[in-house]
């Protein structure tokens, strides 16, 4: 009998937890498809880095191959410590300083993460997609000061640009109290990093190409590639794992994350296809690298936009960036400044007709949720252009004021830019004791 009154007070006091035991669970639950989906992301969007160390590496020449492609693989070290250190709290934590930046303690080392799960998927995942973003960034600058600069001056630029442009700025534009992410109706339009990733990257490039002035002998010295070849099979590597840096930043595994997947694919092939018609068209001849260079301008463009326009956007706007990508090369040339592997006139220019233009080919249901959440006062495609250049004009004055800054602080301590004599030497051998293919060139055009 006692054991029966025992047993029925335990049910009892276990039915009255059972709500509470649902709401822990589903709490904790994990959503094992889209956690799936954005650890192939995760990992696709790691691939891109050595893929752009490959497309860099070829374009350079051959004394500087190594020292070229170690700049995007040591910001895979750098960048991957200060992420885990401060970066994440920095870009996703509530707001500080008036909002120029976050902080969470949480997110401080990573340590108060460990059982946290957000959205279906463990704050672990989120975290790691987010650092790998946080490194390919610095890693595109590392194209206009190409064949130039100190191993040591690169590290500490790429240290003190993460802490002070790009964590700022994706705190604004990504960070659920950023300014930017909350501008107007839906905030600023920015999927995958079209002003947080390319147009900073692309501004700095510029400003830094500015800073440190040409290579010697730039523009009347000829500067052949060292391996067309790597460089055209790094672009593919790129458009591969650029499915994981669009789609995968829907955070689901859904009909965004098909749109998102399909439009980047379109705009990309858009861009390469145009580009090739450009040629064709002026020089009666396709070439490997406007071909690569095509893929990118169409990848960039769609960055920011993927994940609200329809295809014949995409195409559309894949073909407008290899015009614009294409001209903006051959105005580097005219104004005769060094921006070695283009990344402002493919990362900038491209990216940054992406977020303006996005405004005239997003897909109805998007402006209808925004007309919603406007109220009374309504939203149209002016009104989301508006917003999209405030992002754009915010994102070019901290990304030109901050790495001119940085570029002096660099100078100033370190040093950037390296010697004569080591320049003329190249980077493999003078900064870093190596030689990419075993051969050594006394023609300094090599």
């Known amino acids: 009998m006692q054991l029966r009154v025992l047993a029925g007070f ?9 709500p509470n035991l649902l709401i822990a669970a589903e709490g904790q639950e994990v959503d094992s498809g889209t956690t799936a989906w954005m650890l192939i992301s995760t990992a696709l969007v790691l ?29 895979m070290a750098i960048i991957g410590v200060l992420w885990v250190i401060c970066g994440y709290s920095l870009t996703f934590g509530s707001n500080i300083l008036g909002g120029f930046v976050g902080w969470n303690s949480d997110y401080f080392f990573l340590k108060g993460i460990d059982d946290m799960i957000t959205d279906g998927v463990p704050e672990y995942v989120l975290a790691m997609f987010q650092g790998k973003f946080a490194i390919i960034t610095p890693a595109l600058i ?46 600023v339009i920015d999927l ?3 002003l947080v990733i390319h147009v900073s990257a692309g501004v700095s490039a510029l400003v830094v190409a500015l800073f440190l002035g040409a290579r010697h002998g730039y523009p009347k010295t000829a500067m052949h590639p060292n391996n067309l070849v790597m460089t055209l099979t790094g672009a593919g590597f790129l458009w591969v794992g650029w ?46 690298l406007g071909f690569a260079s095509g893929i990118l301008a169409g990848l960039v463009v769609i960055t920011p936009a993927a994940g609200v326009v329809y295809p014949t956007g ?16 051959a105005a580097k040339n005219k104004f005769k400044y060094d921006d070695s592997l ?35 006062a309504g939203w149209t495609m002016w009104n989301q252009l508006l917003v999209q250049l405030m992002g754009m004009g915010a994102t070019i004055v901290l990304a030109a004021l901050g790495t001119l800054i940085i570029c002096i602080i660099v100078e100033k301590t370190t040093g950037f830019r390296i010697s004569d004599n080591e320049e003329l030497m190249g980077l493999d051998q003078s900064l870093h004791s190596e030689h990419g293919y075993g051969l050594i060139h006394s023609d300094s055009r090599y």
């Open 10 to 18: 335990i049910g009892f006091v276990f039915l009255l937890l059972i």
């Open 47 to 75: 691939f891109m880095i050595p893929g752009l160390a490959m497309f860099y590496g070829g374009l350079v020449r051959t004394k500087n191959v190594l020292g070229t492609m170690m700049h995007s693989f040591a910001a």
């Open 142 to 187: 590392s194209g206009a000061l190409a064949e130039r600069v100190y191993f040591r001056g690169y590290c500490f630029f790429i240290s003190l640009w993460f802490l002070f442009v790009y964590s700022p700025l994706c705190h604004w534009v990504w960070a659920s109290d950023g300014w930017l992410f909350n501008a107007g109706a839906a905030g």
């Open 192 to 194: 995958a990093g079209g």
């Open 243 to 288: 499915y994981g840096f669009n789609a995968g930043s829907t955070v689901q595994s859904g009909l965004d994350t098909a749109r998102a997947l399909t439009m980047t694919q379109i705009s990309a092939a858009s861009g390469a296809l145009t580009w090739m018609l450009i040629e064709g068209v002026k020089f009666r001849k396709v070439t490997s």
């Open 314 to 329: 995409a195409l559309a706007l894949g073909a407008i960036s290899s015009f614009l990508c294409f001209y903006a090369l």
């Open 342 to 376: 283009d990344c402002f006139g493919i990362h900038g220019v491209g990216s940054g007709a992406g977020v303006i233009l996005l405004s005239f080919f997003i897909r109805e249901s998007w402006m209808n949720d925004a007309a919603k959440a406007a109220g009374s």
